[in-house]
């Protein structure tokens, strides 16, 4: 029988540094010789790039309420779920995925502050049995993030929140890093080969005697 693979989820506020982090993850399976399907959140199959086209966009006509913005990243994250990550877990592959269900509990839990029961209910409606083995969460002040994140252009809907939404947003990133295990924080504010050197140790750490075995 195929052994399944292993989810690795990387998160973090904007400007925390994501996309070189999952370079380095990349290059970490790589070496492994681990085969890696690479998704984002919201996003991954057609019809989920739709919808995070839908939160993303400025609609001046009409607001998005935080219910319907919750209501559609779990609809991508069912059709990710579904069509991509369950899928290559089984066929043995490795999953990367740039956000995931975290992001769901940070922004919509605790920048919206949405209920939390709601959120659970959707978690275990959703993702059934499938659960990160590893989340590299990647910690960042707002304001650092946020300036990082304007230098490289225009905000998206969501980037042009009020400060006080991504200080509550990394206020519930860091309560939920600090109770589950399989969540390693890593201080994302460092020069970006601390950083890298960070993710590796958390990857060898974490995976030792399983990438290859
Ligand atoms: N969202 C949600 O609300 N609920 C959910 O359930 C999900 C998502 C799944 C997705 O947007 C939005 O959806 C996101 C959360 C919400 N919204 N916001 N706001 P996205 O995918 O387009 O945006 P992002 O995920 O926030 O990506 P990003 O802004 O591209 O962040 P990043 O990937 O972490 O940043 P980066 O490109 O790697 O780095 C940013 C810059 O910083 C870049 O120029 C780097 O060279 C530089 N950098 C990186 N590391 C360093 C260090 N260590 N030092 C100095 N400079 C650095």
């Known amino acids: 029988m195929t052994k399944p693979g292993k989810f690795i989820v990387v998160e973090g506020l904007e400007g925390a540094g994501k996309s070189s982090a999952i370079a380095t993850i990349t290059n970490w399976l790589q070496q492994h010789q681990l085969k890696v399907v690479s998704t984002r959140e919201p996003g991954g199959t057609p019809l989920a790039e739709k ?10 006509n009409e607001l998005l ?27 043995g592959d490795w999953v990367l995925a ?11 839990g605790g920048g919206r502050q949405l209920d939390e029961q709601l959120i659970n209910n959707l978690r275990s409606a959703v993702l059934g049995n499938t659960r990160p083995d590893l989340t590299l969460y990647l910690d960042i002040d707002p304001a650092v993030g946020l300036s990082r994140a304007a230098a490289r252009g225009e905000l998206d809907r969501i980037e042009q929140e009020q400060l006080a939404f991504f200080i509550r947003t990394r206020q519930k990133y860091l309560q939920i890093a600090a109770t589950e295990p ?12 601390a950083v890298q050197q960070a993710i590796v140790r ?6 030792s005697g399983l990438a290859n075995g």
């Open 65 to 91: 309420a935080p219910e319907t913005e919750l209501l559609l990243m779990y609809a991508a994250r069912v059709q990710l779920l579904t069509n991509i990550i369950r899928p290559a877990l089984s066929r």
């Open 51 to 60: 919808l995070r086209t839908l939160v993303k966009q400025i609609d001046h």
């Open 98 to 108: 740039d956000r995931h269900d975290m992001s769901s509990r940070a922004y919509q």
């Open 202 to 207: 958390a990857l060898d750490n974490h995976f």
């Open 182 to 193: 399989d969540i390693v924080s890593i201080d994302a504010s460092q020069p970006l080969a």
